[in-house]
């Protein structure tokens, strides 16, 4: 029975530790900017088009730029979006 509950034990412990590891990986930058984009169908109105605009080239937290993706996603299934390099290109996607 004591040979059981170490076993237990280590496992137990392993579980925890590896949940924890890959919480850290999985965990966002905030620190850095991102752009994001939609698969939405083309802007009707002007304001559709200054979000569509300003979705796709200002860079803002990672954070904020998926809410304002998501706020303004009309009829969208899909949002992408990118780390912003300092000379405003493009790192790859995040979905």
């Not at 924890?20 to 966002?28: L, S, T």
């Not at 998501?70 to 493009?90: A, G, P, Q, Y």
Request: charged share 25%.
């Amino acid at each position: 029975m004591k040979g059981f509950f170490s076993k237990a034990f280590v496992l137990t412990l392993g579980v925890i530790l590896s949940t924890g590891v890959f919480a850290h990986k999985n965990h966002q930058d905030n620190s850095k900017m991102w752009t994001c984009e939609t698969n939405a169908s083309s802007a009707s109105s002007d304001a559709d088009k200054k979000a569509d605009d300003m979705m796709s080239k200002k860079a803002m937290s990672g954070k904020d730029a998926f809410s304002f993706a998501l706020k303004h996603c009309r009829d969208c299934n899909k949002i992408t979006c990118s780390v912003e390099s300092k000379d405003n290109s493009s790192s790859q996607p995040k979905q």
